[in-house]
């Protein structure tokens, strides 16, 4: 690990832990039934730094960034897009693998084990066969065959459930072996994903500033459970810390109101209905405080949109931009961002785009 890590400190009640993996959050706020995942926090400068040294790359990151077509984009509005589907497995989870696998790695674990029927599945299943390690993937039994697959072929595992729930009890009997670790969220109420492979998507925000020049106004990315969105504010929060200037509003879209829901006046730990089936990668019935807190100390605003989402995907795929429908849910997010004036002519907006459709997703 690096040496430059001082602690894990919980993003809610702020206690400080020495590293270790607590799987399902602040142990103190579990007990009070509010939990909340730690992050990781560095003496210094944490710039460059990501918190486990000598994980196995596949040369993820660096991803490139690039003018979002200007028929697309509303009128005034300089819009880039961040084009995470660049990663190795394609998606924003080749960056989460790397540093939650690794950890798994540099820990002495044996395998990992994770709840995931998406991009997360592939993305794990890589990084643990580059790692030497099991993987053992709860998935239900609609995982689409491109994803079983490409798992198999890694050597990956692969556990069937008819529910999601069933996952993480999965998951959550595994992470109790000493020899495996759990790196995806089995915690009800919903915490989010290692706090290692949250770190290692601060990057994003880094590269976002570096490859613009400036930090943009506005960043707008697909959202579940908040591990991205945590992630990405880290970084752009590093960035504008150093440069002493504000950071981004970080806007967070979602297929139904969840955040939204909490923003107007629901609790963070209830459970939320709605409809995912042109977003999967974005669905599940939670909302958490990490997602929550991105939104209060950036400004942003929680976006649902429920409807335009294939209109998007074409749109975008017109133009050669090949996204899945998790992905180009952002470019309805934005404009109806500008419509009710959150987003200003002349302002700057980034895109994340967090995956290619190839998986069938
Ligand atoms: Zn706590």
Redesign the pocket.
């Known amino acids: 690990m690096n040496d430059r890590l001082a602690d894990l400190v919980?993003i809610?009640?702020g206690?400080s832990y020495p590293v270790a993996d607590h799987t399902a959050g602040?142990p103190?706020?579990l007990e009070q039934g509010t939990p909340?995942n730690l992050r990781c926090r560095y003496d210094g400068d944490s710039i460059g730094e990501l918190a486990v040294r000598g994980a196995r790359t596949l040369g993820e990151g660096s991803t490139p960034l690039f003018p979002l077509p200007a028929e697309l984009a509303p009128d005034g509005v300089a819009v880039w897009v961040k084009n995470e589907s660049a990663n190795p497995t394609g998606s924003h989870k080749d960056r989460f693998s790397r540093g939650a696998v690794g950890r798994a790695a540099a820990a002495g674990y044996e395998s990992v084990v994770a709840a995931s029927s998406g991009n997360a599945a592939v993305s794990l299943a890589a990084y643990a066969a580059a790692h030497g390690l099991g993987c053992d993937l709860a998935v239900t039994h609609d995982v689409p065959e491109p994803i079983a697959a490409a798992v198999r072929d890694t050597g990956g595992r692969l556990h069937l459930f008819d529910t999601a729930e069933q996952r993480w009890d999965f998951v959550r009997e595994h992470d109790a072996d000493p020899e495996r670790l759990a790196v995806t969220n089995h915690a009800r109420p919903v915490v989010g994903s290692s706090p290692f492979g949250i770190d290692s998507m601060r990057p994003i925000g880094w590269e976002i500033v570096e490859e613009l020049g400036r930090i943009p106004e506005h960043v707008l990315l697909p959202t579940a459970r908040g591990d991205l969105a945590f992630g990405v504010h880290l970084g752009l929060r590093e960035m504008a810390r150093r440069r002493e200037q504000p950071g981004p509003r970080i806007h967070l879209v979602e297929p139904f109101p969840r955040l939204a829901a909490v923003l107007a006046g629901a609790n963070v730990h209830d459970s939320f209905a709605g409809d995912a089936t042109a977003t999967p990668s974005i669905g599940g019935d939670s909302a958490t405080v990490q997602a929550l807190q991105v939104l209060e100390e950036t400004g942003g605003t929680a976006i649902a949109i429920d409807d335009g989402v294939d209109q998007a995907r074409i749109g975008l795929a017109r133009n050669g931009i090949l996204l899945e429908g998790a992905s180009a849910i952002v470019l309805p997010a934005l404009h109806a961002a500008y419509d009710r004036s959150r987003i200003a002519p002349g302002e700057t907006a980034v895109l994340l785009a967090t995956a290619h459709p190839f998986k069938g997703l």
């Open positions: 919980c809610r009640c206690r602040c103190r706020c909340a």
